[in-house]
T-cell receptor, first 115, second 108 residues
């Protein structure tokens, strides 16, 4: 298995532009998580899905952020409009089940820079 | 307030030396504590998971301990190698609370 796949790996955009991050989870995993990582705050859970349905989006910082999972093999995280403070590394992770013991497998991340 | 605090923030050691990283938490309810290793430019990878009843668990040169009474965990790295240079992140569930990590640098 190729693991969790994220694209793009790097994104540089200007303030006000729309940004779309993409994720392909591990085949067969039914949970998908989006995280944001910064030096100051570490890893923060933004939202997670179960069987393509958003379960908890309480970590989404504001209405500028939205996430979708149209099918079991694809998810997007969109920021519109983007702001410099959105600059961070965004990780997608997937797991088989959401029990506390179930390991999450992380993708390589997308480094977003908003100028 | 649910929190996970890690120390030190950063650590530099020489190859072959041992080191210990600390994780203190105030998360409730507690299900387990997991240590991740995150190489630069990569996503975190699980090293070990500790449940309430476990005190010590080893994974090669990595040994994790858990004291559920004091809500403390440690990750001990024995005979460090250059490839151990990474960030080490402590995560406590059931609420998925992440620490900010310890950045370890191993020099030859």
């Amino acid at each position: 298995d190729a693991g969790v796949i994220q694209s793009p790996r790097h994104e540089v955009t200007e303030m006000g532009q729309e940004v779309t991050l993409r994720c392909k989870p591990i085949s067969g995993h039914d949970y998908l998580f989006w995280y944001r990582q910064t030096m100051m705050r570490g890893l923060e859970l933004l939202i997670y899905f179960n069987n393509n349905v958003p379960i908890d989006d309480s970590g989404m910082p504001e209405d500028r952020f939205s996430a979708k999972m149209p099918n079991a093999s694809f998810s997007t995280l969109k920021i519109q409009p983007s702001e410099p403070r959105d600059s961070a590394v965004y990780f997608c992770a997937s797991s088989s089940g959401v029990k506390a013991a179930n390991e999450q497998f992380f993708g390589p991340g997308t480094r977003l820079t908003v100028l | 307030k649910n929190q996970v605090e890690q120390s030190p923030q950063s650590l530099i050691i020489l190859e072959g030396k041992n080191c210990t990283l600390q994780c203190n938490y105030t998360v409730s309810p507690f299900s387990n504590l997991r240590w991740y290793k995150q190489d630069t430019g990569r996503g975190p990878v699980s090293l070990t998971i500790m449940t309430f009843s476990e005190n010590t668990k080893s994974n090669g040169r990595y040994t994790a301990t858990l004291d559920a009474d004091t809500k403390q965990s440690s990750l001990h790295i024995t005979a460090s190698q250059l490839s151990d240079s990474a960030s080490y992140i402590c995560v406590v569930r059931d609420k998925l609370i992440f620490g900010t990590g310890t950045r370890l640098q191993v020099f030859p």
